[in-house]
């Protein structure tokens, strides 16, 4: 597997895992820590990337929140995630 596909994976799974904790929440209104035990299989380079591509702003070092860039592809990963369930 090449580390760009790797890497494009890994951000899927950062992104998948951002919406099971948001829930119905709207996306700006929750607060995230990259350190909590949930997030521990995603790789430090991925959140450089969703963060190079306004997917999710730091607030601190530790402490994110999703921006309405970031909602929409993850609102279509959660599709993609719940057709597969089906």
Wanted: charged share 35%.
């Amino acid at each position: 597997m090449k580390a760009r596909d790797y890497r494009a994976g890994n951000a899927d799974l950062a992104l998948t895992l951002v919406m099971q904790e948001l829930g119905s929440m709207a996306c700006d209104k929750g607060h995230f820590r990259k350190d909590d035990a949930l997030y521990e299989g995603v790789l430090p380079p991925t959140w450089k990337h969703l963060e190079d591509k306004e997917l999710v702003r730091f607030l601190d070092p530790r402490l994110f929140k999703m921006t309405g860039k970031g909602w929409l592809p993850c609102r279509s990963l959660d599709r993609l995630s719940d057709s597969r369930e089906k």
